[in-house]
């Protein structure tokens, strides 16, 4: 069998990266080609690493953060009330494998939901699914699939997920629907699976927030209990670009 009939064997059975890799291989002069068990290897770990790539992709398109952040532009120092060593403990995915959930609170504009989205952008590299919903686009879901009947469908879903980023809590009213269906994400997530939620209210205001004695303590509860808090300090970051664009 000759080259161009493997590399198109390559191409029929989806093999992308052992496709690309093996033509960047016959490019090169014969006495600097692989051979035998090295090409192997070479072309093995090049498909991998090209499936691994399109995975990610695949899960960060499904995911829809709303930025496009990543744990290397997170600006850590005391003055915002976040250290490298949180944030790299953060980044290495343990309160994932925990099921924990990330509360992070601070002033508007302070980096909550560029933090938030640059650890979902994180968690995906991790191969773990993830799914960013701010209050507005959850109320929304749960509106609509309560009309169309696919609201068992859309908690199937959401308990599919590794991760569930909600960002903005405390800024849109809570319907006694939100409050049940957070109530429901919190139950079937505990201990297993992980939330990420942002909100200007700092966590003492919440229960306040969700205005249901009954309900307010079930999701207090299930929500704080094995959960890290992060409360983000400093100038607006919005207005520190706003200065150095000028």
Excluded at 11 to 33: F, H, I, T, V
Excluded at 34 to 55: F, P, S
Excluded at 181 to 202: C, F, H, M, V
Aim: charged residues 20%; contains cysteine.
């Amino acid at each position: 069998m000759n080259t161009t009939q493997t590399l198109e064997q390559m191409q029929q059975l989806r093999l992308s990266g052992m496709y690309q890799a093996y033509r960047s291989q016959l490019e090169l002069p014969l006495n600097k080609q692989l051979e035998g068990h090295d090409q192997v290897a070479h072309l093995v770990q090049a498909e991998l690493l090209n499936r691994t790539n399109e995975k990610t992709a695949y899960y960060l398109k499904l995911a829809k953060l709303r930025l496009a952040s990543t744990i290397e532009q997170i600006e850590c120092s005391a003055a915002r009330n976040i250290t490298k060593q949180q944030l790299a403990g953060l980044a290495e995915g343990r309160y994932l494998a925990q099921g924990e959930n990330i509360l992070i609170t601070g002033a508007t504009g302070c980096g909550k939901s560029y933090l938030a989205c640059a650890l979902g952008h994180q968690a995906c590299l991790q191969g773990h699914k993830t799914t960013y919903l701010n209050m507005n686009r959850l109320i929304e879901k749960i509106t609509l699939s309560k009309l169309d009947g696919s609201y068992i469908r859309m908690l199937n879903h959401l308990e599919r997920q590794t991760l569930i980023i909600l960002d903005d809590f405390g800024l849109a009213p809570m319907t006694q629907e939100v409050r049940l269906t957070i109530l429901q994400l919190l139950e079937d997530r505990y201990g297993k699976k992980s939330i990420i939620i942002t909100s200007q209210l700092p966590v003492a205001k919440w229960y306040e927030y969700i205005n249901d004695p009954t309900l307010a303590d079930a999701i207090m509860d299930r929500m704080t209990a094995n959960a890290q808090r992060i409360e983000l300090k400093g100038d607006s970051m919005r207005r520190k670009k706003g200065k150095a664009n000028q």
